[in-house]
């Protein structure tokens, strides 16, 4: 499958940050993070493929093809380096990115997201789910997802809005991606960039468990636990999760500084 043009917002000017969402959402998950971060960054919202207002094709989307779709859309507005920041399955986007395009990443986020590939019986549920979203759409994915993301009811209406705009090829094809993704253990270690990992204490997807291993497996890694998020630190704690990713800025800038 080739790449396409990805539906993207892009705010504030300086150094560029990609914020990369997951599943099955789309750039909107970032709003308010996005608009602390554009005071000191030019902040890179896309909506991956098949979500939000992005084109959808059929198929499985590897986790290749989405970090081709972000290389290309990097090419289009003539991006060399940008930092990058995946909520989840936006992680894995970003993890495959830094393996196949490490000389266009200064800096690698990883927002509830994991290093570790689906399980038989993970996968072998994606595999029905996929068999669900072809016979009776959407919907019942939705409403299986929202009690996962968070407890905060105030969220509950616009997660549910945000996940209802993903097209339902789009949501197979991540579902089919998902499952057939790659071990990250293996080439993080090969990771030489600075790194964060944004873990929420109650995540109800991802386990304490691994986000601590993944961030112990980068070179320059460090973890940071928030303790009144689940799987959505961005919406649930969006100030403590912007002041995490600005003083990782700090840090990725710190280290292209050349030695004196
Ligand atoms: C996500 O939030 O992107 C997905 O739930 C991740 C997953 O299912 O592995």
């Known amino acids: 499958m080739d790449p396409i043009d990805l539906f993207h917002e892009d705010i504030g000017s300086g150094s560029p940050i990609l914020l990369v969402h997951g599943y099955p959402l789309n750039h909107e998950i970032w709003k308010q993070v996005a608009l602390i971060l554009r005071e000191k960054a030019r902040v890179i919202m896309p909506d991956l493929r098949g979500m939000g207002k992005s084109p959808a094709t059929p198929g499985a989307y590897s986790m290749h093809l989405l970090a081709e779709d972000l290389l290309c859309l990097m090419d289009l507005m003539r991006i060399d380096k940008t930092i990058l920041a995946g909520h989840s399955m936006?992680?894995?986007?970003?993890?495959?990115?830094?393996r196949v395009f490490p000389d266009r990443v200064s800096g690698i986020a990883l927002v509830a997201s994991q290093a570790v590939p689906d399980s038989p019986d993970r996968r072998q549920a994606r595999y029905v789910s996929i068999r669900d979203v072809e016979r009776n759409?959407?919907?019942p994915v939705v409403e299986a997802m929202l009690p996962k993301l968070t407890d905060r009811q105030d969220l509950k209406e616009v997660l549910t809005n945000i996940m209802s705009d993903s097209s339902k090829l789009g949501v197979m094809g991540c579902l089919g991606g998902m499952a057939e993704?790659?071990?990250?253990?293996?080439?993080?270690?090969?990771?030489?960039?600075?790194?964060?990992?944004?873990?929420?204490k109650n995540d109800k997807i991802i386990s304490m468990d691994n986000a601590k291993e993944m961030a112990a497996l980068f070179t320059d890694g460090k973890l940071e636990i928030l303790q009144a998020s689940g799987h959505m630190p961005m919406m649930e704690q969006p100030e403590e999760t912007a002041k995490a990713l600005l003083s990782f800025l700090g840090r990725v800038k710190q280290v292209k500084k050349p030695a004196r």
């Open 90 to 98: 936006g992680g894995y986007v970003c993890l495959e990115f830094a």
């Open 137 to 139: 759409g959407i919907g």
């Open 181 to 200: 993704r790659q071990d990250a253990r293996e080439w993080i270690p090969d990771i030489k960039i600075p790194a964060l990992v944004i873990a929420g």
